[in-house]
C-alpha cells in the first residue's frame, strides 16, 4: 500500500505547541508559529543564524548595493545573520581575487558570536563619537550603512512604531555621518502613519526613497524596508 502523499498528509506534520504552566498564550502561539515556519526551517538547514538572512537576500537581490570591494556597516547586527550574507557579497574574505575585497564592521549593543570575513564590535551606535570609531575602523567612509534593528516590543502597536521609528531615523543620522557620496542607507520601519518625517528627511540627502516588503517578511507583519540610494553628501560638501 502506498503512503499518503497528499497536502492533507503534510499539514498533519503541523507542529502544535501546548501551553505550558507559566507560559503566556501569546508565547506559545509565537514558538509555534516559529516552529512551523518556513524561513525558520530553511535559516536552520543553510547554517544561517535567523530567517531576517533571507530578507537582506531579497533587498540586495532588487536594489544591488551590496557588490565586491563594497564598505559596509550593519547596525545592530545581532544574532549575525546579515552580516553571514553580506561576506561572499562584498568579498569581504577575498575569495574572488579577481574582484575588489570588501570589509564589513558589525556593531551590536551585546556580544556576537565571530563571523569570518565581519569585524563585530560592542557598541552602541547612538554614544558619542561612534561615527568616528566606525570610520577609524573601516579606514574611510562607508558605502553601504544598514539596519534590521527593532526597539524591544511595548505590546502596544502605536507605541512599537513609535519606537522603530525613532530608532530608525537615528540610524539615518548615524548614516549621513559616515557614507560617501553615493551610498546607500538600509533600515527596517513599520508602516503605521509616522514615517512621513523620516522619507521626507531621507528624500532630502538621497537621490532615491524606495520601501520594499521582502517575501521573507511575515504577511502579518507591517515591517518593510526603506531602501535610500545615490547619498547626496553632508551640506556643505
Not at 34 to 40: C, E
Amino acid at each position: 500500500m502506498t503512503k499518503n502523499t497528499s497536502g492533507r498528509g503534510q499539514r498533519d506534520l503541523k507542529v502544535k505547541v501546548k501551553t505550558a504552566r507559566g507560559r503566556r498564550l501569546s508565547s506559545t502561539r509565537w514558538l509555534e508559529r516559529q516552529l512551523n515556519d518556513p524561513y525558520v526551517q530553511r535559516a536552520r538547514k543553510e547554517g544561517f543564524r535567523g530567517r531576517a538572512a533571507f530578507k537582506i537576500m531579497e533587498i540586495d537581490d532588487k536594489y544591488h548595493f551590496l557588490t565586491p570591494g563594497a564598505r559596509v556597516v550593519d547596525l545592530g547586527c545581532a544574532p549575525g545573520g546579515w552580516c553571514q550574507v553580506t561576506v561572499p557579497r562584498i568579498n569581504a574574505l577575498g575569495e574572488k581575487p579577481a574582484k575588489p575585497r570588501g570589509r564589513l564592521i558589525g556593531i551590536d549593543l551585546q556580544e556576537v558570536e565571530p563571523i569570518a570575513g565581519a569585524e563585530i564590535h560592542q557598541l552602541d551606535f547612538l554614544d558619542d563619537g561612534a561615527d568616528d570609531k566606525v570610520k577609524s575602523w573601516l579606514g574611510g567612509q562607508a558605502d553601504v550603512v544598514m539596519s534590521d534593528m527593532a526597539a524591544a516590543s511595548s505590546g502596544h502597536k502605536q507605541t512599537d512604531h513609535l519606537r522603530i521609528i525613532a530608532l530608525c531615523e537615528a540610524a539615518a543620522w548615524f548614516a549621513f555621518d559616515v557614507l560617501a557620496e553615493g551610498g546607500t542607507f538600509v533600515a527596517k520601519v513599520l508602516a503605521g502613519g509616522a514615517e512621513g518625517e523620516l522619507q521626507k528627511l531621507l528624500k532630502q540627502r538621497f537621490t532615491r526613497v524606495a520601501n520594499f516588503k521582502p517575501g521573507a517578511s511575515r504577511a502579518d507583519s507591517s515591517e518593510k524596508f526603506v531602501v535610500a540610494t545615490g547619498f547626496r553628501g553632508a551640506p556643505g560638501q
